[in-house]
């Protein structure tokens, strides 16, 4: 069964963002195909972000560091991206 906020999230904008941004670009293409019609991803990912020394803010709009910007988006998962144990 769909979520329904997966449902309705396809009318809005969803950004893709990885370290380089090749992961994203495949991750924004199969969002496309998946039917989500506003999807942006940064070409040049949080590096070419940092690059031009723009600044990176999070969901409520409080500064992040480019450090902790990495750390969230490097090749291990992250306890708050697991999945709660099954007991």
Not at 32 to 59: A, C, H, I, S
């Amino acid at each position: 069964e769909t979520e329904p906020d997966l449902v309705t999230a396809r009318e809005r904008y969803v950004v893709v963002v990885c370290r380089s941004g090749n992961r994203s670009v495949l991750a924004a293409v199969t969002l496309m195909m998946m039917g989500f019609k506003k999807v942006v991803n940064l070409k040049t990912g949080l590096r070419g972000w940092n690059d031009y020394e723009l600044p990176l803010v999070d969901q409520s709009y409080l500064p992040v560091t480019i450090e902790e910007g990495d750390a969230y988006l490097a090749n291990k998962v992250l306890p708050e991206q697991r999945r709660p144990s099954v007991a």
